[in-house]
């Protein structure tokens, strides 16, 4: 590809042998006519759900229609040397649990804890005695404090007191997330067994009342309140506002201004890795690594996992039962159990015969709010960004901010919430949110010697376009040129170091990925589709009208990220289930 790097790139597959097809070898590795479970797609929460069952002694296959495992927790060799974390790019929610059952460090993960792990550079002219200004943030608390005094020491004083605060309610929440929620159905129409087994799904929620105690009506507001008011409350300096408020509208169709915004904010600073409360890492070899470790755990005991195997359709008996699916190519698999990593558009709109699903539940799907802003933009570059409030050290090395989230056009809320309108006016934001990660910085495996590879996760873009525009070639690289002149105020020479760029839109996202509107979640992370309502009210559960069938994808409880969460509740739902059939 020319330097310019116009133009969707194409991937190279010449990644070696890994390690969960060299463990499925054998009878494992070919296609059977009957298992006790099929899952469909290999995402992370579909290897998480199959390993868990294997390791319970179901037999699982899994079915992947990509060439490779991971769903959006992927490597891809976009350029020859160049490896990317194509879509999620980041670690942080996959829960604890997981990492030990799974015995992932075994199965080859390896992580690199980011600290600092924040940095906001400022657009302002610099001096020959002072550069433009920074905000840089860790886990060191007085490093911290002393960052933020720069534009408020009111903020320095009050922030130790932000994070204990915030770090009381993610301990409440903590809890729901590994749990299916509280089955409302079973307390009204349940058998006596089935309303004992609803009261114990009440012990997480009656905890994390407990946890917050006397505090729980300012909780509740930052769950319900525009994260704005949330912020205003606790500080006065826009550059450390609109930083936190980054987090809580990050791959989310919501302003700073948005009611309930402060739930997505929670939702990525409830994180703990190596016991790290909050920490975020970048997964050695790329996001694709995690889930080759996933997957091998799942060979290891038995799983069954096939790629460009597309499942066409859930096959339903006579009595209205999933009994097992029809594959793209004809062939027919049988088994006791379905479990769906898709969405649940895709799973219920286009697997599921909709002549087995009530009308009112097809309808609830259809309406299910799955608007994206997000554009990934994957860069190959020749050098280290140099920015103007940290300029590069001699030997251009990494320094502590080339490893963190860059936050870009986030020097005031203000900024985000005008690029949210503009794509509520069907434009591209005019001044785009931009997370700018370098994951080599850390991890130099990822590029040749001296290359880097430059993760944009930007937005706002609206999936649809204004004025019947298509997202065309075209429209997509002027829009990565706008964020490119973006990067360039903060670190000239950018557009210089481009080898060559990867441009995923929202429509790009749903394509190849098979993220509905290209959301990353699955669906909104909204009030209204989270717990008791994820997907939709009455089926939070992970199953569905359909006996048989069950959701184990961002789509269920307890919603997206790199969690796993939803496959091993789902799993273990559907162990219980195949114990009393």
């Given at each position: 590809?020319?330097?310019?790097?116009?133009?969707?790139?194409?991937?190279?597959?010449?990644?070696?042998?890994?390690?969960?097809?060299r463990?499925?070898?054998?009878?494992n590795?070919?296609l059977?006519?009957?298992?006790?479970?099929?899952?469909i797609?290999?995402?992370?929460?579909g290897?998480?759900?199959?390993?868990?069952?294997q390791?319970?002694?179901?037999?699982?296959?899994?079915?992947?229609?990509?060439?490779v495992i991971?769903?959006?927790?992927?490597?891809?060799?976009?350029?020859?040397?160049?490896?990317?974390?194509?879509?999620?790019?980041?670690?942080?929610?996959l829960?604890?649990?997981i990492?030990t059952?799974?015995?992932?460090k075994?199965?080859?993960?390896?992580?690199?804890?980011?600290d600092?792990?924040?940095?906001?550079?400022m657009?302002e002219?610099g001096t020959?005695n002072?550069?433009?200004?920074?905000?840089?943030?860790g886990?060191?608390?007085?490093?911290?404090?002393?960052?933020?005094?720069?534009f408020?020491?009111?903020?320095?004083?009050?922030f130790?007191?932000?994070?204990?605060?915030?770090?009381?309610?993610?301990?409440?929440?903590?809890?729901?997330?590994?749990?299916?929620?509280?089955?409302t159905t079973?307390?009204?129409?349940?058998?006596?067994?089935?309303?004992?087994?609803?009261?114990?799904?009440?012990?997480p929620?009656?905890?994390?009342?407990?946890?917050?105690?006397?505090?729980?009506?300012q909780?509740?507001?930052?769950?319900?309140?525009?994260?704005?008011?949330?912020?205003?409350q606790?500080?006065e300096?826009?550059?450390?506002?609109a930083?936190l408020?980054?987090?809580a509208?990050?791959?989310?169709?919501?302003?700073p201004?948005?009611?309930g915004?402060?739930?997505?904010?929670?939702?990525?600073?409830?994180?703990?890795l190596?016991g790290?409360q909050?920490?975020?890492s970048y997964?050695?070899?790329?996001?694709g690594?995690l889930?080759?470790?996933?997957?091998?755990?799942?060979?290891?005991?038995?799983?069954?996992?096939?790629?460009?195997?597309?499942?066409?359709?859930?096959?339903?008996?006579?009595?209205?039962?999933?009994q097992?699916?029809?594959?793209?190519?004809?062939?027919?698999?049988?088994?006791?159990?379905?479990l769906?990593?898709?969405?649940?558009?895709v799973?219920?709109?286009?697997?599921?015969?909709?002549?087995?699903?009530?009308?009112?539940?097809?309808?609830?799907?259809?309406?299910?709010?799955?608007?994206?802003?997000?554009t990934k933009?994957?860069?190959?570059?020749?050098r280290l960004?140099?920015?103007?409030?940290?300029?590069n050290?001699?030997?251009?090395?990494?320094q502590?901010?080339?490893?963190?989230?860059?936050?870009?056009?986030?020097?005031?809320t203000?900024?985000l919430h005008?690029?949210?309108?503009?794509?509520?006016?069907?434009?591209?934001?005019q001044?785009?949110?931009?997370?700018?990660?370098?994951p080599?910085?850390?991890?130099?495996?990822?590029?040749?010697p001296?290359?880097h590879?430059?993760?944009?996760?930007?937005?706002?873009t609206?999936?649809?376009?204004?004025?019947?525009?298509?997202?065309n070639?075209?429209?997509?690289?002027?829009?990565?040129?706008?964020?490119?002149?973006c990067?360039?105020?903060?670190?000239?020479?950018?557009?210089?170091?481009?080898?060559?760029?990867?441009?995923?839109?929202?429509p790009?996202?749903?394509?190849?990925?098979?993220?509905p509107?290209?959301?990353?979640?699955h669906?909104?992370?909204?009030?209204?589709?989270?717990?008791?309502?994820?997907?939709?009210?009455?089926?939070?559960?992970?199953r569905?009208?359909v006996?048989?069938l069950?959701?184990?994808?961002?789509?269920?409880?307890?919603?997206?990220?790199v969690?796993?969460?939803?496959?091993r509740?789902?799993?273990?739902?559907?162990?219980?289930?195949?114990?009393?059939?």
């Amino acid at each position: 590809m020319a330097a310019g790097g116009r133009g969707l790139i194409r991937a190279l597959h010449s990644s070696p042998c890994p390690a969960w097809k060299r463990a499925q070898s054998g009878a494992n590795g070919r296609l059977k006519p009957e298992y006790d479970a099929v899952v469909i797609g290999a995402g992370h929460n579909g290897l998480v759900a199959a390993a868990y069952l294997q390791r319970l002694g179901v037999n699982t296959a899994v079915f992947e229609r990509r060439h490779v495992i991971g769903g959006a927790a992927v490597t891809e060799e976009i350029i020859p040397g160049f490896k990317f974390s194509r879509a999620s790019y980041l670690l942080s929610l996959l829960r604890p649990q997981i990492c030990t059952d799974l015995e992932l460090k075994k199965h080859g993960l390896k992580l690199h804890l980011r600290d600092p792990y924040s940095f906001t550079p400022m657009l302002e002219e610099g001096t020959l005695n002072r550069l433009p200004r920074s905000l840089l943030l860790g886990t060191d608390m007085a490093a911290n404090q002393k960052q933020i005094s720069q534009f408020s020491r009111k903020d320095a004083q009050a922030f130790p007191r932000y994070e204990e605060f915030m770090k009381r309610l993610v301990l409440a929440i903590d809890p729901l997330l590994d749990a299916a929620p509280v089955d409302t159905t079973a307390f009204q129409h349940g058998s006596l067994l089935q309303r004992l087994r609803a009261l114990s799904t009440l012990k997480p929620l009656l905890k994390a009342g407990r946890t917050l105690g006397a505090q729980l009506p300012q909780y509740y507001e930052v769950l319900t309140a525009p994260i704005s008011k949330v912020l205003d409350q606790w500080f006065e300096s826009e550059p450390l506002k609109a930083t936190l408020a980054t987090d809580a509208v990050i791959g989310a169709m919501t302003s700073p201004h948005t009611p309930g915004s402060g739930y997505v904010l929670l939702h990525h600073v409830m994180g703990s890795l190596e016991g790290t409360q909050g920490a975020w890492s970048y997964v050695q070899g790329g996001m694709g690594a995690l889930s080759d470790a996933i997957a091998s755990s799942a060979a290891t005991r038995g799983a069954s996992i096939f790629t460009e195997k597309t499942v066409a359709k859930v096959q339903v008996n006579s009595e209205g039962r999933a009994q097992g699916v029809t594959l793209q190519d004809g062939e027919e698999v049988r088994s006791r159990v379905v479990l769906s990593c898709a969405s649940p558009q895709v799973t219920f709109l286009e697997l599921t015969p909709q002549e087995w699903l009530p009308g009112a539940f097809v309808k609830r799907i259809s309406q299910l709010d799955t608007q994206s802003p997000v554009t990934k933009i994957n860069v190959a570059v020749d050098r280290l960004p140099n920015f103007q409030a940290a300029p590069n050290a001699p030997g251009d090395q990494p320094q502590a901010h080339h490893q963190c989230s860059i936050h870009l056009n986030c020097e005031d809320t203000l900024l985000l919430h005008q690029a949210f309108e503009d794509a509520k006016g069907g434009l591209p934001s005019q001044k785009p949110m931009i997370e700018l990660c370098i994951p080599s910085s850390l991890d130099p495996t990822l590029a040749p010697p001296g290359c880097h590879v430059v993760s944009l996760f930007t937005q706002y873009t609206p999936y649809t376009l204004a004025g019947g525009k298509v997202w065309n070639e075209q429209e997509k690289n002027t829009y990565a040129d706008k964020v490119f002149d973006c990067i360039e105020a903060y670190a000239p020479g950018f557009k210089r170091s481009v080898l060559a760029r990867d441009i995923l839109t929202p429509p790009d996202l749903e394509r190849i990925f098979r993220l509905p509107g290209g959301n990353i979640f699955h669906g909104a992370m909204s009030l209204d589709q989270l717990y008791f309502a994820r997907p939709v009210p009455q089926h939070s559960d992970y199953r569905c009208p359909v006996q048989g069938l069950y959701l184990c994808g961002s789509g269920a409880h307890p919603g997206g990220g790199v969690m796993g969460a939803a496959g091993r509740n789902a799993a273990h739902v559907v162990f219980r289930d195949l114990k009393n059939m």
